[in-house]
Each structure stands twice: as C-alpha cells, then as structure tokens.
C-alpha cells in the first residue's frame, strides 16, 4: 500500500497548482533556447490551500523581550513546528569545467506536518510528515496520502557529531566544548531515520530577525539528484533557517563536489557546480492533518525503536556505511513496510519490532 502512496506523494509533490500553470525562475539562464531549461517536475496538482496571514503565536513568543539568548534559540527552533505548503526550489548558478551545461532547475510543492517528537530543553526533536491531497485526472480530490519525511534534530553545546564522509559513509567528530559554547548542532535524518548530516552553527537575533546558519559542511545527494545524476558524490554547503512571522524559510548554498575512490576530492575537476536552493514553508489553516496524527500515533514507537537502535550503533561505531540497497531495496521499503502494517491497525509487539529493526539495519550496515 505504501507503494501506491510513495508514488502518489512523489507525483503531488511535484505538482504546482498553487502557481498556475506558468512556472517561472528568477535567477534563470535566459538565452537558453526553447524550454530546455524548464524546472523538473510532476504533472500532478495539489488542492487549493488557504494561507496564514497573521504572525504565529510561536512568532509571538520568540519576540517576547527578556528572553536569555538559550531561550530564545529554543523558541525559535519550536516555531518551526505546524502545519505548512512547502515549496522547493534549487537551480545551479554557476559552473565550472569547460563546456559547462546547467542541468534543468527543480521546483516541488507539498504539505507537510512538522511535530515536535521530543522537547528536552537542550535537544529538541522535529520530525516532518507529508500529508497530502491531490486532484485527479476526474477533478476528484483523493487523500490523505501520509508519508513520513525527514527528521531533524537539535543540541545544544554539542561536542559528538556524526558527518558525511562521502561514499555513504559517515565517522565521528568529536568537538572542544569551547567551539561549541552557545551554538546548537542540526543533524538531519532521512525517511527511514539513517543519518544525512550533522553540523554546527549559531543563531542569530536582531530586533525582528532570527536566523541559524551552519558551517561548511559535506551532504549526500537528496533524492531529486541521486536519482537523475552520478557525476558527483557530495554536496558541499551551508544551510540557514530563518524564521518568519507566518513561518520559515531554509535556504542552502552548495557546491557539487565529485570525490576519488579514496573519498578526497577529485584531482583535477573535484566542483562542477555551484547550486542555490530555497525551501520556504508558510503555515496553511485549511489542511486537514488529522492523518498524519493518526500516522504518528500508531507507528510513533516502531519508529522511535529505530531511533533507539541507530544511538547504539552510534555508540558501538566510530565509523560505518550503509549499502544503498540490500536484495534490490533501499532500507526505507523494509521499514516502511513494517511502519504501513502498524498505520492500517496491526497492533505493534515491541520485542517482535526491535528484532526486525536490527536485523534490518544489520543487512545494511557496512
């Protein structure tokens, strides 16, 4: 079932009906001929969705005088919780090997719940969930479609990173407490909960602005380029948040970077490109997210034993790999499998669970 619904959230999310049918790029190469350079994307629209006009309360709260500067970093990472459409953006601004050509930009749109999963005081846990409707070729709206979605979590004064070492490989990285003092980490999980990146950076707040920014740091390729590319191994980049009265915006600055076989940068041409990538996310008052409650609440343990047996790994391993599939399947469709049983109504067996997850995860370790 989750296949049907992979392929659905794929095909919606890539729709734009919130633009019209024009689909347009600031920073685009106008003397391209013809629609060469038209952005990817799906076929498939969305329904209609109202947007927020007013600040959030989250807003409300970040700005509210007196706040020690750990305070109001957390108020602000909290306020990028809710219900939002989402919008993607990324085109590459400048290339640089001889007879460089742009590939085509990439625009997606989606609806998305981000809960807040876990709240410690200094280590706040977002995860995101797809929730989508969409119209079909009979002006039918069909949904809710839920899909889990990445994962981000957030720690103060964190000195033990995990990073992106290229290759699907990822090794330890442990900070002084000195560089660390008063910054927060962003490490980023995929759907099925492994690792993506992990770094460091510091929050900033002035008068009506707030906005993380990170260090330099290594990425594997998302989805929207591993798929259509293997020219190049990393993204190399920064990422900031920005928080908006109505509500967030991330953008990213990367440089696309191939890698030897020994995981350093190629000798000759390592960067071919550099791409600019926006993801806005504006709360939206007319969606019903009710599904991804449900979706939350039935698979919340399953996946939160994932969680649990990733942090052993952690601790057992200062450096790992994970195969990209294992008997033709990429390791989300197992533990997506396992997650559609529980969200139809099976009920979950804690000891049955944990046993799958890591003989799972154990197939796919390297």
């Known amino acids: 079932m989750w296949r049907a619904a992979w392929a659905a959230v794929v095909a919606c999310a890539t729709a734009m009906a919130a633009y019209g049918d024009t689909r347009q790029y600031t920073f685009a190469w106008p003397f391209e001929e013809g629609g060469a350079m038209r952005p990817r994307g799906g076929t498939s629209r969305g329904v209609p969705v109202e947007l927020a006009k007013e600040p959030s309360d989250a807003w409300r709260a ?3 005088p007196g706040l020690s500067p750990f305070e109001r970093d957390r108020r602000a990472i909290l306020a990028m919780a809710g219900g939002f459409r989402t919008t993607f953006d990324f085109i590459e601004t400048a290339g640089f090997t001889p007879g460089f050509e742009p590939d085509r930009p990439y625009q997606s749109w989606a609806t998305e719940y981000v809960y807040v999963a876990e709240d410690r005081g200094d280590f706040i846990r977002l995860q995101h969930l797809l929730v989508m409707f969409y119209v079909d070729r009979h002006g039918e709206v069909q949904g809710p479609i839920v899909q889990k979605h990445w994962r981000q979590d957030w720690t103060y004064e964190d000195t033990d990173l995990h990073v992106y070492t290229g290759h699907n490989r990822w090794r330890r990285r442990v900070l002084e407490p000195e560089a660390v003092k008063g910054r927060w980490s962003q490490a980023v999980f995929q759907v099925d909960d492994s690792p993506r990146y992990e770094a460091v950076g510091t929050w900033v707040h002035e008068g009506n602005y707030s906005a ?4 330099l740091t290594w990425r594997p390729l998302p989805r929207r380029e591993s798929s259509v590319r293997d020219d190049y191994h990393v993204l190399a980049g920064t990422n900031r948040h920005t928080i908006t009265p109505t509500g967030w915006v991330q953008e990213e600055d990367n440089l ?7 995981g350093q940068p190629a000798k000759d041409q390592p960067y071919l490109a550099r791409e600019v990538g926006l993801a806005r996310y504006e709360r939206v008052t007319n969606v019903d997210f009710s599904a991804g409650d449900r979706y939350a609440e039935r698979t919340g343990q399953f996946w939160a034993d ?3 047996a990733w942090a052993d790994i952690y601790a057992e391993r200062d450096e790992f790999g994970l195969a990209e599939e294992v008997d033709g399947r990429p390791l989300f469709e197992p533990l997506f499998d396992y ?3 529980l969200y139809a109504g099976e009920a979950y067996d804690p000891a049955d669970g944990r046993a799958f997850i890591r003989a799972t995860l154990s197939a796919y370790l390297r």
């Open 256 to 262: 696309k970077l191939a890698l030897g076989s020994d």
């Open 306 to 308: 994932v969680r649990d």
């Open 212 to 215: 993380w920014t990170s260090e």
């Open 339 to 341: 997650a559609e049983r």
């Open 62 to 64: 970040l700005r509210e």
